[in-house]
């Protein structure tokens, strides 16, 4: 088969650019769209990996499709939350390393 034959596997809507996940780090600061502290990032799973969370079966297959960071929550009371990668607004390396969400941290799925 030649190079026509893989035309059906190629994908001409792939963004040049990097998702702003493959951006994120392990150990980076996360805050929310107000600009409030959310935590520390402790997992990212890039879109379609198939490692769901442990959330409700509709909210963990979407954050598979397009990809999640799992944040240890900030705060004595701080629970695990996770962010879908199209939550994500951008992210700052250097010190400290940080990722901007879109939303509010009210609007993260819960662990």
Excluded: C, H, W
């Amino acid at each position: 088969m030649g190079l026509a034959g893989n035309a059906a596997l190629m994908q001409p809507e792939m963004p040049t650019r990097p998702l702003p996940i493959a951006r994120v780090n392990v150990g980076m600061s996360v805050a929310d769209s107000a600009g409030e502290e959310v935590g520390t990032v402790t997992a990212v799973q890039m879109p379609g990996t198939g490692a769901e969370p442990d959330l409700d079966a509709a909210v963990a297959e979407r954050l598979v499709a397009v990809g999640y960071l799992r944040i240890d929550g900030a705060g004595l009371f701080g629970k695990d939350v996770f962010a879908g990668g199209d939550q994500i607004a951008g992210s700052v390396e250097g010190e400290p390393a940080t990722v901007t969400l879109n939303v509010l941290r009210e609007d993260l799925a819960r662990a």
